[in-house]
């Protein structure tokens, strides 16, 4: 299956290309925000959760005029990736607020259906909501919102998610960014496939039970996705994602000092090199008697040995921190994490800017979330 975004094919980044697709509204950088759409989704009950909970949706409450229902101002839904009564992949689109419960099968072979399986739902559902509930017309049944269990979404789109949301970017601007161009059509034609839209409040009779189950698409255009798990178990099955995401976060408050340090480390080896070569063209006058009103030449020697030490130091140091950069940037445990701050603070030429620099990245440095990654601690 080919990826809906960057090299993620999973279904919940298909799910998310294709409600932005149907001018849904990412509301993930303000949750409380009203989608000017009238549908929004918000990933962070998606990232937090690591998939268990789904992907969170916001639909305003309109009638079928487009009137707003300002009484229920809206409502929320999660779509749930999971398996349907016969093991398909399928998302579950329910909501307790409107008792309402819908499979909506995932086919990698037409993977924006799905989507468009939800948008088009949720056009009918909700407009008929609000009309039997102006008639008085909703009854106490009892209805049974069955769950199901989540299947794992992809660690790294977890992870991806995460830092779209730290950085403030906003899939609003998704086409913008080119993670994927718009359609020639705008998938208008939902398919209409009444085999794939099994609600959960009915009871199918047999002989539907059996059209149903001859429609059932051929395993091989189904995407491969785990067993599901729950959510302790499936946290242990993404490696560690929990840590990944904290480190993420530690990295990105380290992110300021380490251009600064790095800039400054730059500036250090430019300055060196500027001390070499100083040094040098001295000698060459002395020795080239170009220097012929010093009556004693040998004074300069102190100078000299000073400007080369200096510029050792600044270059041989510099190219060092370079090479093992990436250990402080990554807070990575071992002493080559350290050389870049120690560099800084000892570099004689900054030392007016490396100092407080190098105070100021110790402390940060030292910070509880960001010294249990390089010290090794639980």
């Known amino acids: 299956m080919e990826p809906a975004f960057h090299h993620f094919s999973d279904a919940y980044a298909w799910l998310i290309r294709g409600l932005i697709t149907y001018g849904w509204q990412d509301l993930s950088l303000n949750p409380r925000k009203l989608p000017k759409t009238g549908f929004g989704f918000d990933l962070n009950p998606l990232i937090e959760s690591y998939g268990s909970t789904g992907l969170k949706l916001v639909v305003i409450a309109q009638r079928e005029d487009g009137s707003w229902y300002e009484s229920d101002g809206t409502y929320t839904l999660f779509a749930k990736l999971g398996k349907d009564e016969w093991n398909r992949p399928a998302f579950l689109l329910r909501s307790a607020q ?24 949720l056009h009918r559902e909700i407009p008929e909501y609000i009309r039997k509930k102006e008639a008085n017309q909703l009854y106490q049944e009892d209805l049974q919102l069955d769950d199901i269990v989540p299947e794992p979404c992809d660690q790294e789109l977890i992870q991806y998610l995460y830092e779209r ?55 091989s255009t189904m995407p491969q996705i785990g067993a599901g798990l729950g959510l302790g178990a499936q946290v242990s ?136 990654f390089w010290s090794q601690e639980p």
């Open 98 to 121: 409107i008792s309402y419960a819908q499979y909506h099968l995932f086919v990698a072979n037409n993977p924006l259906y799905a989507a468009g399986y939800i948008h088009d739902a």
């Open 165 to 219: 949301l730290h950085y403030k970017q906003s899939f609003d601007d998704a086409i913008e960014e080119g993670l994927w161009s718009l359609p020639e059509e705008y998938y208008e034609d939902v398919h209409d496939d009444a085999h794939s839209q099994i609600d959960l409040v009915a009871n199918p009779e047999s002989q539907q039970h059996q059209q149903n189950q001859s429609s059932i698409p051929e395993q």
């Open 237 to 372: 099955s993404m490696g560690g994602s929990v840590a990944d995401l904290e480190r993420s976060a530690a990295m990105a408050k380290l992110s300021i000092p380490a251009q600064l340090i790095y800039t400054l480390i730059v500036i250090g080896i430019t300055l060196g090199l500027l001390e070499f070569v100083n040094a040098a063209y001295t000698i060459y006058m002395i020795k080239q008697d170009i220097i012929t009103e010093i009556t004693n030449p040998e004074r300069y020697w102190f100078t000299i040995v000073l400007s080369f030490g200096f510029s050792i130091f600044s270059l041989g140091g510099g190219v060092v921190s370079i090479l093992y950069f990436h250990y402080f940037r990554e807070i990575r445990p071992g002493w080559q994490s350290w050389l870049p701050i120690i560099y800084v603070l000892l570099l004689p030429l900054c030392w007016p800017v490396g100092t407080p620099l190098g105070i100021w990245t110790l402390w940060i440095w030292t910070r509880p979330e960001i010294k249990r």
